[in-house]
């Protein structure tokens, strides 16, 4: 399958990336700038981490109305898959693909630290290879990462199951302690109503293999590399 | 005209810099200090025939980038060029 890694002036995840895309699980790369007009035939596409174009007003407030991201919106609309990690998922909320928004961490402080994730899904093209309820260990590097949704839609998240990932302690309690950032409900990561979209803070490509402490974020990649080929077959 | 944007996170929003800044200036002995609430102030020059067309489209600016409405409230206010001194 074909993955398209987004690249807006100032991300900065982009290479790590792709480097799972083609260097850990062999599958097909393009990255794709921001001005590009088209998707290059991507099967999925990421909106990696940064601070694209330099978070000014609010992070993500200037990328969503990067050219590319008119396409991306189609895509989704599709059914396509997109998936937004840390400024990725930040951009997906001001784009409006996702719900809510993220603030600044109630610690004010920037989190660069490793954190237990409780997958409430694993039934999505991002999570078919976890356990259920698994309790992964993926990378938290952000400052402005605390989600935050009115009542109404918080509810209604909870309600059609589209919390994906929660802030965890190691035997998978969801508890204030195991929340980094204020995040409310400890929503780490969340997806669309029709489950194609995904946004989360925690960074997957930074645990995808044995020499970085941890592989737990390729199973993610091999997910969606397992729905595609699914996808193909049907 | 300038547009005069002030804006500031609603007050459903956990604002953990407004709280710092409150703990600081009771720090500094100023206890009458109840609540603080740190927000963006942005100026936006602009031409248009009358206060109400820049009215209508500083609102849209607003409602389109400026601030966002999950997290976000604001307000504004028009002054003529050459009104006010610097």
């Known amino acids: 399958m074909k993955f398209g890694v987004l690249v807006f002036p100032g991300t ?28 290059k035939g991507c099967d999925c596409v990421i909106l990696p981490g940064g601070f694209a174009y330099g978070d000014y007003l609010r992070t993500g407030a200037i990328a969503r109305f990067a050219p ?12 396509g898959l997109v998936w937004g990690i840390c400024n990725g998922f930040q951009i997906l909320c001001e784009a409006g ?16 630290q490793w954190t237990n994730l409780m997958v409430d899904r694993n039934d999505l093209p991002y999570t078919s290879q ?11 590097s952000h400052g402005e990462g605390s989600y935050f949704a009115d009542p109404a839609t918080l509810s209604r998240l909870e309600q059609n199951g589209q919390v994906v990932f929660r802030y965890c302690d190691a035997d998978g309690r969801v508890t204030p302690g195991a929340n980094p950032n204020g995040s409310l409900h400890n929503i780490a990561g969340i997806v669309n109503k029709r489950g194609n ?16 402490g941890g592989t737990d ?7 969606v590399v397992e729905s595609a080929t699914r996808a193909l077959v049907s | 005209m300038i547009a005069k944007v002030i804006v500031t996170p609603k007050p459903v929003v956990n604002d953990p810099q407004g709280n710092t800044v409150k703990q600081g200036l009771a720090s500094l002995g100023f206890r009458e200090v109840s609540d603080v609430r740190v927000g963006k102030y942005i100026e936006v020059s602009l031409d248009a025939p009358s206060e109400h067309e820049a009215r209508q489209r500083v609102e849209a600016m607003c409602q389109q980038l400026l601030a966002n409405h999950v997290i976000e409230d604001f307000h504004f206010e028009i002054e003529h060029e050459g009104r006010h001194q610097r």
């Open chain 1, 217 to 223: 974020g390729l199973k993610l990649f091999r997910s």
């Open chain 1, 130 to 140: 976890c356990a259920e309820r698994e309790v992964i260990r993926v990378p938290i």
């Open chain 1, 12 to 39: 900065w995840s982009d290479r790590d990336c792709g480097w799972v895309v083609d260097q850990v699980l062999g599958e097909q790369l393009t990255y794709l700038w921001h001005k590009d007009a088209d998707l």
């Open chain 1, 68 to 79: 590319v991201m008119e396409k991306v919106g189609e895509f989704a609309d599709r059914g």
């Open chain 1, 197 to 212: 979209v995904l946004g989360m803070m925690p960074h997957p490509e930074r645990c995808s293999e044995p020499e970085l």
């Open chain 1, 97 to 112: 693909l996702l719900p809510g928004a993220l603030i600044r961490n109630a610690s004010l402080e920037f989190r660069c």
